[in-house]
C-alpha cells in the first residue's frame, strides 16, 4: 500500500479484520487484513480492445496469419502473412503467448516463458454479493469475482510448467474442484456452490501468462534487428496494455529515449534486470 501510495494511488487502503468483517460479511472471520482500493474494477477485454480499435486510424488485417518477417541490409522491410507481403520498416511484436515464435522470425531469443493459466465460470443459484470486489487469497494463490449469471474462480499453480503456446489452450478435469476447495477457506460460501454445483455448470477456460527473468515486461527497440520493437512479456496483459501501448508509439515516434525506458529488452545483458516477486510470479 505504501508502493501504491508513493506511485500516486493514494486511495487505496490497508483494512484489519473487524472493519473487513463489517464491510465484507461473507469473509471468513479467520481473516488477518487486506489490501482493497474501492475505485478498482473490471472489464471486458473484448470490448476494450474493440474501442481502442475505434478510437484509432490504424486499419487491422482480420484472419491475417503472420508467416515471415522480410530484412535487408538496413533492417525489417517486410511482413510475411498468409495473403500476401506487407512493407514496412517496423515490426512491433506484440503477440503476447506467440511473441518468441515471432522473435525466431528475426533470430532472436527472447527472454520469455509461457505458462498455462485457468479459470472457471460457475453458473449457480447460489447468492453470490454482485459488489464484491476481485478477491485473492494471497495465501494460496486463489482468486474470485462475480460475474452474470455466477461467479469466476481460479487460482495460480506456482509448479505449472512452462510449455508451448497453442490457439487451443486444454484444461484439466480436476481444476475446478481445486479452485474451489482454494477459495472456500477465505470465502466460505463457496461451500454451498460446491454441494450445489454439477459438471454442466462449470466452463473452464485457460490461456498463457508471459513471464521474463525479472517478471517485468520487454518494452522497446532490438538493437540487433534495426526496425523490430517488442510489446511482450507481461501476465497482467490487458491491464497493462493502454501505457505499454504509448510507451512503445513514444519510443518509436523518438519522443522517449531507450536510455529512459527500464523495460528495454536489452537490461538483462546491461546486468540490470532482477528477479521480482508479485502475485501471479512462476
Known sequence: ??????????????????????????ISPSVLAATFRQRDGWLSCHELT???AKGCDARFFINTKATGIQMDKKGICGVETNRGALQTPIVVNAAGPFAGEIGRMVNQNLPLEP???????????????????????????????????????????????????SEKVHTDWEFPAIALDKVKRLTPFFEDVEKAVRQPDMNTSAGFYMYTPDDQPLIGPVPEVPGFYVNCGYWAGVMLSPQAGKRI??????????????????????????????????
Request: glycine share 8%; net charge neutral; aromatic share 8%.
Open 115 to 165: 505458462v498455462r493459466r485457468q479459470k472457471v465460470y460457475i453458473t449457480t443459484s447460489v447468492e453470490i454479493p454482485q459488489n464484491a470486489p476481485f478477491t485473492v487469497d494471497v495465501n494460496n494463490n486463489s482468486y474470485w469475482r462475480p460475474e452474470p449469471g455466477g461467479v469466476i474462480i481460479g487460482w495460480v499453480d506456482s509448479d505449472e510448467p512452462v510449455s508451448r503456446p
Open 1 to 26: 500500500m505504501e508502493q501504491q501510495h508513493k506511485l500516486g494511488v493514494t486511495d487505496s487502503e490497508f483494512i484489519k479484520r473487524a472493519e473487513i468483517l463489517a464491510r465484507f460479511p461473507y
Open 249 to 282: 508509439s513514444e519510443l518509436i515516434t523518438g519522443k522517449m529515449d531507450p536510455g529512459d525506458n527500464p523495460l528495454r529488452p536489452t537490461r538483462f545483458e546491461e546486468g540490470l534486470g532482477k528477479k521480482g516477486k508479485t502475485l501471479m510470479s512462476h
Open 50 to 52: 474493440q474501442g481502442f
